[in-house]
C-alpha cells in the first residue's frame, strides 16, 4: 500500500520580503513622495569652497584706512599746537554729556552691533552656496558643480524618458526637487523610470554629497 500524501508530507517555504527601497532611499511604490536623505555617502574630507569676501573685506579695509588716517592726522596737528578738528571735539563733548539710555546713543549702539554681527557672519559662514563640492579624484585638485549646471543635467536626463513633456528641477545642496508632466503612459510607470534615470544622473555628477531626490509627476493642467 502506498502512503497517504496529508499535510505532513508538505514542507513550508519561506517568504522572503522583497526590497522596495532603491540605493537612494526611494520607494517607487507611489507617484508622489519625499525620500529619505543618503547616509552612505561620505564627503571624502571635501568641504564647501569658501567665499573670498572680497567687497565687504574692501569696504571695511577702506573704512578703517580712512578713519585711521583722519583720527592721526588730528592727534598730529594736536601734537603740533594746533587746535584739535570740530568733529573730535564735538565728538568728545557728545560722549561727555548724553546719558547711556540716550536714543542716538542707543541706536548707535545698535548699529555698530549689527555690523559686528554681520562682519562675524562673513567670518565664520563659507559662503558660495550656488557651488556644490565633487568628489576629489586627485589629492591637489578641488572641484565644484553649480547648482544650475546640475540641474540643467538632471532636467536632460529626465526629459530621455518617454512620456515626459516637461520638467522642472530645482537644486538645493542636498535635495534635488524635480516636478515632470506626462501627457501619457501610466504615472506609476513614468515615476519608476524617472527614478532609474535621475539615480543614475545623480551618481554620473560626481558630487561629494549625494541629494536627495523628491520627484513629482503629474497630468498636464486643462487648457480654459
Wanted: charged content about 25%; cysteine-free.
Amino acid at each position: 500500500m502506498s502512503e497517504p500524501q496529508g499535510s505532513e508530507s508538505t514542507r513550508q517555504l519561506p517568504v522572503v520580503e522583497k526590497d522596495t527601497e532603491s540605493e537612494l532611499g526611494q520607494s517607487t511604490s507611489a507617484a508622489d513622495y519625499t525620500p529619505l536623505p543618503t547616509l552612505d555617502d561620505a564627503e571624502d574630507g571635501n568641504g564647501r569652497f569658501w567665499s573670498a569676501r572680497r567687497i565687504p573685506a574692501g569696504v571695511l579695509a577702506l573704512l578703517v584706512l580712512a578713519a585711521a588716517g583722519l583720527l592721526l592726522y588730528d592727534v598730529v596737528a594736536v601734537r603740533a599746537d594746533r587746535p584739535a578738528m570740530h568733529w573730535r571735539r564735538s565728538l568728545a563733548r557728545e560722549l561727555a554729556e548724553r546719558p547711556l539710555d540716550d536714543i542716538w546713543v542707543l541706536v548707535g549702539a545698535g548699529v555698530a552691533t549689527a555690523l559686528g554681527l554681520w562682519l562675524l557672519v562673513l567670518a565664520a559662514t563659507p559662503g558660495l552656496r550656488d557651488v556644490l563640492t565633487m568628489r576629489r579624484a586627485h589629492p591637489d585638485v578641488r572641484a565644484g558643480l553649480h547648482r544650475n549646471a546640475a540641474a540643467m543635467v538632471l532636467r536632460d536626463r529626465a526629459m530621455e524618458v518617454s512620456g515626459v513633456q516637461s520638467v522642472r528641477v530645482r537644486m538645493r545642496r542636498r535635495k534635488a526637487d524635480v516636478r515632470a508632466v506626462s501627457h501619457f503612459r501610466e504615472l506609476d510607470d513614468v515615476r519608476a523610470d524617472l527614478d532609474a534615470t535621475l539615480a543614475d544622473g545623480v551618481r554620473g555628477l560626481g558630487l561629494s554629497r549625494r541629494p536627495a531626490l523628491s520627484v513629482h509627476v503629474a497630468r498636464p493642467g486643462r487648457k480654459g
